[in-house]
């Protein structure tokens, strides 16, 4: 069965780094829009970074812009995000969604970033916290 599935989350120092990576089985991922999402306890799922079916198109949140990278290898068939320089206010539970038919392809085509609902897959996440 198509399926998700996130990596790579745990715990690190303010300032340090982790790699998360998202991985796809039953599916070619490359034609999908992916989209890495985090909720907090107590918050709101926030949309942190996405990339269109076309790589032409990336969104990423303000408060991660210049420290996370979202990127593609398509020899894995998976999607990784490069967080550098990780706060505290990182904390959370990271997700990897996909979406391949259309949705979140069109949301970006007009500029806006795509809602939860719009994307077909999803991880179970994968717990990321920074601490001293």
């Known amino acids: 069965q198509a399926q998700v599935a996130e990596s790579g989350g745990g715990l690190v120092q303010p300032g340090g780094s982790l790699r998360l990576s998202c991985t796809a089985s039953?599916?070619?991922?490359?034609?999908?829009?992916v989209g890495w999402f985090r909720q907090a306890p107590g918050k709101e799922r926030e949309a942190v970074t996405c990339?269109?079916?076309?790589?032409?198109?990336?969104y990423y949140a303000d408060s991660v812009k210049g420290r996370f990278t979202i990127a593609r290898d398509n020899v894995k068939n998976g999607v990784y995000l490069q967080m550098n320089e990780l706060k505290p206010e990182d904390t959370a539970v990271y997700y990897c969604a996909a979406d391949g038919l259309g949705n979140t392809a069109r949301a970006m085509s007009q500029g806006r970033v795509p809602r939860p609902d719009e994307y077909d897959y999803w991880g179970q996440g994968t717990q990321v916290t920074v601490s001293s």
């Open positions: 990339i269109s079916s076309t790589d032409d198109r990336i």
């Open positions: 039953g599916f070619a991922l490359d034609s999908y829009t």
